[in-house]
């Protein structure tokens, strides 16, 4: 039994796509609600439909992707109205809805629409798109991601949660851990795309994307020890009514299992969404099982957060 929770809400599945994969139309998000996912998260949105950076900004790597998408999406408009409409055919499926921005403003206004209107699920606040031009991540600047907090925090009140970029340093781990426990939030999802890698294609000796020179977020099998090290350390220093989501790394069962032995409550899928196609969950499911029954667990929670140290 696969089963799992965030606060009140409840999973029949720990699997769920990573945002920016599969979720970009109602197709799309229609398809990922009828697979094995537990659960599933839009595009990032923004205030205004945005049509992103030029093509080509997704190539297949041997290890997993890189992407420059430029936060492409219909805008927040057609998201919510996707989710207000999902929520009243799937009333016990409760979605996340994820929320990116260029400003403050934006953001601020963005959430208050969220806060108005009926939405019920859960709101993912993407503190680290590392893909605009000109717009560093809000993440990786400590003030700021407290300042937004506040003013996010001032007013909404609907259960939340952020997608952070990946930490590489201890302290970083103990001064962003320190911001996120002044908040109510539900979950922090860790991580996000490694940002601004470099790769070249050695027929031609030219960058595989096009924008920005060919720097891009590196996500897929690199991403593993990086997203379990952030899962890990967070679950380590985080208020433990905030539930850690992992993300990164994962193409197998024992991928997920290796998140949620560090701490994860939900598993989402990105690069190998995107190569596999939904079909990746029903395989996903299958090998996490199966790890499962050979250490004699029949729950997430048998294991969750049980890692062992030396
Ligand atoms: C995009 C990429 C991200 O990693 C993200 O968090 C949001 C948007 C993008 O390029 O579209």
Redesign the pocket.
Known sequence: DLHTSIDEFQFDNVFMNA??VRCYTKDELDELAESDAGTLVTK?ATQAKRL??PSPRYARLELGSI???????EGLEYYLDYALSFQKAHPDKPIFLSV?SLSMEENLAMAHTIEDSDFNGLVEF?L?????PGKPQTGYDFDRTQEVLTNLFSFFTKPAGV?LPPYFDLAQFDQMAAILNQFPLKFVNSI??LGNGLMIDPETDTALIKPKGGFG?IGGAYAKPIALANVRAFAQRLDPKIRLIGTGGVTNGRDAYDLILAGASLVQVGTLLQEEGPAAFTRLTRELRAVMQTKGYNAISDFKGQLKVL
């Open positions: 945002s920016g990032s992103g950076n992407n420059s998408m430029g936060l492409p999406n990116a993407n680290s798109c590392p893909n605009v997608k996000n795309s977020g």
